[in-house]
Nanobody, 124 residues
Framework: QVQLVESGGGLVQTGGSLRLSCAASGRTFSNYAMGWFRQAPGKEREFVAAVSWSGGNTDYVDSVKGRFTISRDNARNTVYLQMNSLKPEDTAVYYC?????????????????WGPGTQVTVSS
């Protein structure tokens, strides 16, 4: 089992920044690829970003490229999502997730464990 807890969400104005953190406990964190997803009201949960177990490979949905950065600190069992130049359309509940399998990290069903989520609201 891996337990994940997100933090760092909140209310920010358009153009502002937030840094989300996801703390993991349980099994060896460095064995897992990590991802961030988000879900806006009335919409499907969508992929935002993923990072490989080593941190050497990252992937982003086109809508956040150049604005968001995913990173991880395996010594601290934590994955981060730095979000800059936020837009109202970024408003959602953000979830971190852990995947033991490699590949297809844009697909939510690849992930084995999920956090409860943290709300991000961007005001216009």
């Amino acid at each position: 089992q891996v337990q994940l807890v997100e933090s760092g969400g909140g209310l920010v104005q358009t153009g502002g920044s937030l840094r989300l953190s996801c703390a993991a406990s349980g099994r060896t964190f460095s064995n897992y690829a990590m991802g961030w997803f988000r879900q806006a009201p009335g919409k499907e949960r969508e992929f935002v970003a993923a990072v490989s177990w080593s941190g050497g490979n990252t992937d982003y949905v086109d809508s956040v490229k150049g604005r968001f950065t995913i990173s991880r600190d395996n010594a601290r069992n934590t994955v981060y999502l730095q979000m800059n130049s936020l837009k109202p359309e970024d408003t959602a509940v953000y979830y971190c997730a852990a995947a033991l399998a490699t590949g297809r990290t844009r697909v939510r069903y690849t992930y084995d464990y999920w956090g409860p989520g943290t709300q991000v609201t961007v005001s216009s």
